[in-house]
């Protein structure tokens, strides 16, 4: 089974703070993918990676940055966090060629 | 702009009937359509999968793919209450592996 963890499932912070969000992996899978998940706006990708190290910029990357050090580990940074940023982020993997995805449980995100 | 198309619903099917899913995407070239079960406030989870042209089946759950016409659909047979949730439909369009997704249609099985 494909193990996706994320490091909250809900979060609470403050305008101007600096978010960490974590995705873990347990099996060796290349690709890792960040999402945000809005009413009527549907799954909207922010970053992506390929490999540790590599990153690339998904629909909507601005206000966010990423971190890839090691294969298993995904983070999503909110540099300076913002109200329009609340909202549920989900973590995905990829696998193999067929590239399907599957989703981590997802973080509730709220700023106030 | 490459775009994934869904009726946003809510579609809402007698318990025991047959639900009918459809979605429509704009880029020809498209390899791989898939289908997500999203609870409300939870992840989606991937539930079918098709790659060519004509019925998958797996369960109560049939995929059916249509390239000439740009679309593919899900049916769920024998509807249980269970199976209300919301239907993302997701296309990988450009052989990398981003996918795009639908917003998304609301079923509701009614008991």
């Known amino acids: 089974d494909v193990k996706v963890t994320q490091s909250s499932r809900y979060l609470v912070k403050r305008t101007g703070e600096k978010v960490f969000l974590e995705c873990v992996q347990d099996m060796d899978h290349e690709n890792m993918f960040w999402y945000r998940q809005d009413p009527g706006l549907g799954l909207r990708l922010i970053y992506f990676?390929?490999?540790?190290?590599?990153?690339e910029k998904g629909d909507i990357p601005e206000g966010y940055s990423v971190s890839r050090e090691k294969k298993e580990r995904f983070s999503l940074i909110l540099e300076s966090a913002s109200t329009n940023q609340t909202s549920m982020y989900l973590c995905?993997?990829?696998?193999?060629?067929?590239?399907?995805?599957?989703f981590g449980p997802g973080t509730r995100l709220t700023v106030t | 702009q490459k775009e994934v198309e869904q009726n946003s619903g809510p579609l809402s099917v007698p318990e025991g009937a047959i639900a009918s899913l459809n979605c429509t995407y704009s880029d020809r070239v498209s390899q791989s359509f898939f289908w997500y079960r999203q609870y409300s406030g939870k992840s989606p989870e991937l539930i079918m999968s098709?790659?060519?042209?004509g019925d998958k089946e797996d369960g109560r759950f049939t995929a059916q793919l249509n390239k000439a016409s740009q679309y593919v659909s899900l049916l769920i047979r024998d509807s249980q209450p269970s199976d209300s949730a919301t239907y993302l439909c997701?296309?990988?369009?450009?052989?990398?592996?981003?996918?795009?997704f639908g917003k998304g249609t609301r079923l509701h099985i009614l008991p």
């Open positions: 098709i790659y060519s042209n």
């Open positions: 997701a296309v990988n369009m450009n052989r990398d592996d981003k996918i795009i």
């Open positions: 990676s390929y490999d540790v190290k590599m990153k």
């Open positions: 995905a993997i990829s696998l193999g060629d067929v590239n399907e995805q599957y």
